[in-house]
């Protein structure tokens, strides 16, 4: 995933890293599906996190 074009909101650095926590997001009302990897991206800068992304999203729907 190329994030070279991305600006921190924040400090308006533009150095990221991706890190994941490894806890999958499950939906609401199905404690056990797998559910799928949450992707933070993150200011190097700052430590703000510019962005959460779910890796697999249609995993949310089963
Ligand atoms: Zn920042």
Redesign the pocket.
């Known amino acids: 995933m190329n994030v070279s074009d991305k600006k921190?909101?924040?400090?308006?650095?533009s150095s990221f890293v991706q890190a994941t926590d490894f806890i999958n997001l499950r939906p609401l009302d199905k404690k056990m599906a797998i559910g799928s990897e949450r992707i933070y991206t993150i200011?190097?800068?700052?430590?703000?996190v510019?962005s959460i992304h779910v890796k697999n999203p249609e995993k949310l729907l089963k």
């Open positions: 921190c909101t924040a400090c308006g650095g200011c190097l800068d700052c430590g703000e510019a």
